[in-house]
């Protein structure tokens, strides 16, 4: 049997680790940050939190003799894609980034690129405005800098401790979000501006069509530099990858 790991926490991960569980020659293992309180249910044995850094990393691939590395890791997660690249290289193991392409703005769109969330912050101005916020609840401190704007922030899990504004309103929720209940939400909460990230893929894309269909403009967020490393955008690729990947595990007798 070989040993496969996929560094997941987006959907994506989650269909590869669903087409690979029934394999009868490969034990696959699914990586989680941790970043959320109940992760969905994954079709394959999961561990999770970080490995240590770049050696932490390189050790776990060494010492659990892992055949093939996957890493299917959000594009924002920049750090683990490096670590990933970096410890695959140190450890010899075969490794494969699984990268949703990025969406594209187009007829009808009103996207503003931000390099970051104090930048998106910045490039409001100082008049109050009603602001949607589908980032991380970990990546929302910036925000305070811009306390006059009401904010509308959808997450995962509660945001604890609130952000420091003295206008600001939570919902929780889990893609996929359809685009017309996006629409409904922008309009009962008359939202003029988005802040989002170019995340690609389908689940969280209604928020982006919905804003075109209202005419709202989306300060996107630019998304990191990722290592240059073998990379495909599709699952199926990721699927056909691994089963090239067999002659290279092989010489390194795993
Ligand atoms: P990151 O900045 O790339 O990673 C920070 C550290 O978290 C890594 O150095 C690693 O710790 C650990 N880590 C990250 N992914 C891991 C995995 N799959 N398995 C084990 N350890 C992992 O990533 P992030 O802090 O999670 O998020 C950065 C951006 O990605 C944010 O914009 C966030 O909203 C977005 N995002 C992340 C996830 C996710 O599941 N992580 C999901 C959706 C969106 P060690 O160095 O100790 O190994």
């Known amino acids: 049997m070989r040993r496969v790991l996929i560094l997941g926490g987006t959907a994506e991960a989650r269909e590869l680790a669903a087409q690979l569980a029934a ?20 079709p394959v044995p999961v561990r999770i939190g970080g490995f240590g850094g770049v050696q932490g990393l390189a050790d776990y691939l060494s010492n659990e003799r892992i055949a093939a590395l996957i890493d299917a890791t959000h594009p924002y997660a920049a750090t683990i894609s490096d670590n990933a690249a970096r410890a695959a290289q140190r450890s010899h193991t075969p490794h494969l980034a699984l990268r949703r392409a990025p969406w594209v703005c187009g007829d009808g769109d009103r996207w503003i690129e931000a390099g970051d969330v104090a930048d998106a912050a910045a490039s409001i101005g100082s008049a109050p405005r009603r602001i949607f916020v589908a980032l991380g609840r970990k990546e ?33 929720g889990r893609g996929p979000f359809l685009e017309c209940d996006e629409r409904t939400l922008l309009e009962q909460h008359r939202i003029e ?32 530099v990722l290592p240059l490393v073998p990379a495909v955008e599709s699952v199926k690729d990721a699927l ?3 089963d090239h990947a067999r002659t290279a595990s092989m010489a390194r007798g795993v």
Do not use: C, E
């Open 193 to 224: 501006i988005i802040i989002a990230k170019n995340s690609g893929g389908q689940a969280s894309y209604g928020k982006i069509t919905a804003a075109r269909a209202l005419g709202l403009p989306v300060i996107m967020l630019r998304r990191p």
């Open 23 to 42: 394999r009868a020659d490969l034990a696959v293992t699914l990586s989680l940050a941790g970043r959320t309180r109940s992760p969905a249910p994954q």
């Open 140 to 172: 929302l401190a910036p925000l305070v800098r811009a306390p006059q704007h009401h904010y509308l922030i959808r997450s995962v899990d509660p945001v604890d401790p609130p952000l420091a504004v003295p206008h600001a309103a939570y919902i929780i």
């Open 240 to 242: 056909d990858w691994l």
